[in-house]
């Protein structure tokens, strides 16, 4: 009952301030968020020059000043000063001028003027280069935030517009490349979706931010699938299943493109490892239950989502507490933009396996395109403090019992607040079901504290016939 199926999911991101319904080209959300105190720099760098000089004393005026029109006037000064410098008076060449001419922009909301001043100042002044990342960084958290929030409104156009000035003023967080991609996705913009994953991918890697870099490689993966691209697809899935090994939907989609792309030696290996388990009983009704999945696969692989969800559908019909099928119709309903559905279907899929991050976040999802913010937002903060994330790899009924393998991976957990969870053992309970839902029999694992991207395996099994599905919940 596994399926192969790769979806790039909406993203979820938890702690996003309110936006207000406008995108300008000059941003007022930077202005209102940036720091009220003028702090000089630090690394070294000097005006270099009395014009600059003089526009560094408008910059901390304009700072300062509880005035909004004259910090609107002495900021301007600021620009006109620094520009008479720079053109006038042979400081193009000044990393001062630049740097303090960046600052004016970024006060004034002027994204582009900022970027193109900073990467001016920084390749002058290379020992500068922290210090500006750090105010480009400032200007970064207002837009990216404000289009989380716009992308949750589903205001795609001024969520991507706001993603795009936050690409632009700094360009070392994957997060604003990661959810435009899902944005752009969704709207059967593959190209786009495609760049703009590479890029939150290369970024993520780059920087250590494990859970947007999985997100991201996963999505650019299953996207080169979706759109023939099999040999674009298979170095992708490679690299993603060397940080998360245990995902199973992933190395069937892998063998797959190996399929596609003639290494068939390949993905018969995968799929020695992880293929469809052997009917639990029952064998001509167990067939057209394998039958049934595999059409709705193919329907799903398709596009045409809302026959998958049909198909999806009638498996669930008969097999309530069939994992793959619910996750196969959760991800047909994520195609079909349909957010009560999604959420009802996430609903039944978390209380299969409650520590699954990806799961959890899944749900959340469902609740906001539902309109459903309330929840949405306890749902999200729920993922933002797991600890520990639990991907059940195979499931593998037999006439006599059943076994279920694992993997528990250490998450870096906060709580709403932003303090760390430190990491803590816990106790699950497996519960392995039969086709009406009773439990046939039931195996406790222990989890230890597991720091970051530290894993421990879960092997759990039990024995009775009948048994057809698993569900595990923390005690």
Not at 130 to 149: F, M, Q, T
Not at 163 to 182: E, H, S
Not at 270 to 292: L, N
Request: include cysteine.
């Amino acid at each position: 009952m596994n399926t192969h199926i790769v979806l790039a999911g909406i993203l979820v991101v938890a702690g996003a301030v309110s936006a207000s319904a406008q995108t300008p080209a000059v941003n007022d959300r930077v202005v209102k968020a940036l720091p009220s105190r003028y702090v000089g720099p630090e690394c070294g760098i000097k005006p270099g020059h009395f014009k600059v000089s003089s526009g560094a004393t408008y910059l901390k005026t304009g700072i300062e000043t509880e005035v909004p029109e004259n910090r609107t006037r002495v900021l301007a000064s600021g620009h006109k000063v620094i520009l008479e410098a720079i053109q006038q008076n042979g400081q193009d060449k000044n990393p001062g001028a630049w740097y303090y001419l960046g600052r004016i922009y970024l006060q004034q909301g002027d994204i582009v003027g900022a970027d193109s001043s900073f990467t001016k100042a920084e390749t002058m002044a290379p020992k500068c280069k922290e210090e500006i990342s750090k105010l480009r960084y400032a200007g970064w958290v207002p837009l990216v935030n404000a289009g989380i929030e716009f992308a949750k409104a589903e205001k795609n156009d001024s969520a991507v517009a706001l993603f795009r000035q936050a690409n632009t003023i700094y360009r070392d967080k994957p997060v604003a490349y990661l959810n435009g991609g899902v944005i752009f996705a969704n709207a059967g913009q593959t190209d786009s979706a495609i760049a703009y994953w590479q890029k939150a991918a290369e970024i993520g890697e780059r920087t250590k931010e494990v859970e947007d870099r999985n997100s991201a490689t996963r999505n650019l993966g299953a996207m080169y699938q979706r759109t023939g691209r099999h040999q674009d697809a298979v170095p992708v899935l490679e690299k993603y299943l060397t940080w998360v090994p245990q995902d199973v939907d992933v190395k069937r989609a892998l063998a797959t493109s190996y399929r596609a792309t003639g290494q068939t030696a390949k993905a018969e290996a995968i799929e020695k490892e992880v293929g469809a388990a052997p009917p639990a009983a029952g064998g001509a009704a167990a067939g057209a239950s394998a039958g049934a999945m595999n059409s709705a696969i193919t329907l799903y692989n398709e596009k045409k989502y809302d026959q998958a969800a049909a198909a999806f559908e009638k498996v669930v019909a008969t097999e309530p507490y069939n994992r793959d099928a619910l996750f196969g119709l959760a991800n047909s309903y994520i195609g079909l933009k349909n957010g009560p559905k999604l959420a009802e279907t996430a609903a039944r899929l978390v209380e299969i396996e409650p520590m699954n991050a990806e799961i959890v976040r899944m749900l959340a999802n469902g609740q906001r395109m539902s309109k459903k913010e309330t929840q949405a937002n306890k749902t999200a903060i729920r993922v933002l403090s797991m600890p520990v994330t639990v991907s059940v790899t195979q499931f593998a009924p037999t006439a006599a019992g059943a076994s279920v393998t694992g993997t528990a991976t250490g998450r870096e957990a906060q709580t709403p607040t932003g303090k760390p969870v430190s990491p803590a053992p816990l106790t699950l309970v497996f519960e392995f079901l039969d086709v009406k839902g009773t439990v046939v029999g039931n195996q406790e694992v222990q989890i230890p504290a597991l720091k970051t991207e530290q894993t421990h395996p879960i092997q759990v099994q039990a024995q009775g016939a009948g048994i057809v599905a698993w569900r595990y919940k923390k005690i």
